[in-house]
């Protein structure tokens, strides 16, 4: 079945820094790709998304790039904030499954 | 324009009783989904509704249904409660006619059980 993996956090970031959280799927056919994230005590909200191969999404800084030939689609930030800390859950959407198959979520905290 | 509200936002119970939870919608949003958020088990889909038809269910055991009204709110509901269903239940929604994944969250109702 799809599945989606993520790196395990948590990550601890000093702001300014550098993000990359990697995420990779299995999936049979061609599925949409999320991003969503999950401030402390609120529910998630989409991030970014693609839809096809080399689709980039890209949202407030963020950005992935659906790549078929490695099935990944790893998150990125230039500069990450202390506003930024959440914890970031990679996504994949099969059309006709009406649901989302979640990674397990990566915890992010960025120091001032 | 009102986000998707889900009451109630905490809550206790004993094991063996039973809980529904609510969730409204955004306006004009038909579809509904449930999410069971756990820290050993992450994000598990439960069920999604539409126009009050249940068009795919997560494997979960028969303990836990749900239910969509004909103005798209939605309840689900857990009987028999055990300790392992302490969890934050996440409702989203969407337009649901050809879904693509874009879906719009409450901030969940949270289940402790005793």
């Known amino acids: 079945g799809n599945s989606v993996t993520q790196m395990e956090g948590p990550v601890t970031l000093s702001e300014e820094a550098f993000l990359t959280i990697n995420c990779t799927y299995t999936?049979?056919?061609?599925?949409?790709l999320f991003w969503y994230v999950q401030y402390p005590g609120e529910g998630l909200q989409l991030l970014l998304k693609?839809?096809?191969?080399?689709d980039k999404g890209s949202n407030k800084g963020f950005e992935a790039t659906y790549r078929k030939e490695t099935t990944s689609f790893h998150l990125e930030k230039g500069s990450v904030q202390v506003s930024d800390s959440a914890v970031y859950f990679c996504?994949?959407?099969?059309?006709?499954?009406?649901?989302?198959?979640f990674g397990k979520g990566t915890k992010l905290t960025v120091n001032p | 324009k009102a986000g998707v509200t889900q009451t109630p936002r905490y809550l206790i119970k004993t094991r063996g009783q039973q809980v529904t939870l609510s969730c409204s919608p955004i306006?004009?949003?038909?579809?509904v989904s449930w999410y069971q958020q756990t820290p050993g088990q992450g994000l598990q889909f439960l069920f999604e509704?539409?126009?009050?038809?249940?068009?795919n269910k997560g494997n979960f055991p028969g303990r836990f249904s749900g239910r969509q009204f004909s103005n798209s709110r939605s309840e689900m509901n857990v009987s028999t409660l055990e300790l392992g269903d302490s969890a934050l239940y996440l409702c989203?929604?969407?337009?649901?006619?050809?879904?693509?994944?874009?879906?719009?969250f409450g901030e969940g109702s949270r289940l402790t059980v005793l």
């Open positions: 989203a929604s969407s337009f649901g006619h050809s879904n693509t994944g874009e879906l719009f």
């Open positions: 999936a049979t056919g061609y599925p949409s």
């Open positions: 693609a839809t096809k191969a080399d």
């Open positions: 996504a994949l959407w099969q059309g006709g499954s009406e649901k989302l198959v």
């Open positions: 306006s004009g949003h038909r579809s």
């Open positions: 509704y539409f126009s009050e038809t249940q068009r």
